[in-house]
């Protein structure tokens, strides 16, 4: 089992950074392989993926929105992931959430990560 936290939402002005965390307890840790990922839901919107990385290594997935100005990495330890955000816009506005999935990042849908966080809101304004 995994709990998710994520943490260092806030609001920036357009053209900001923010660096999110997502601090992972359980199994996370453990030598099992987790598929991490960064999604966010914007008022009246369906949420979406922004990220996912393998926990065991490999290259992150990014969608086109935000390729090239986030980016996903983790600790050590495997117990924090991080969403380095630059370049925000108002479109970016939303709640981040973070997700966990022992399936690989390739084969895992959206919405079928079995943990989730309770999410962190961003506002750009």
Partial sequence: HVQLVESGGG???????LRL?????????????YCMAWFRQAPG???EGVA???N????????ALVKGRFTVSQDSTK???YLEMNSLTP?????????ADQRSCVQVR?????????GTQVTVS
């Fill in 21 to 33: 965390s997502c601090a992972a307890s359980g199994d996370t840790s453990s030598g099992y392989g």
């Fill in 79 to 81: 117990t924090t992931l």
């Fill in 45 to 47: 919107k369906e949420r």
């Fill in 56 to 63: 065991g290594g490999g290259n992150p997935y990014y969608t």
């Fill in 91 to 99: 479109e970016d506005t939303a709640t981040y959430y973070c997700a």
């Fill in 52 to 54: 996912r990385l393998w």
């Fill in 11 to 17: 609001s920036v002005q357009p053209g900001g950074s």
């Fill in 110 to 118: 959206d919405l079928e990560f079995a943990y989730w966080g309770h």
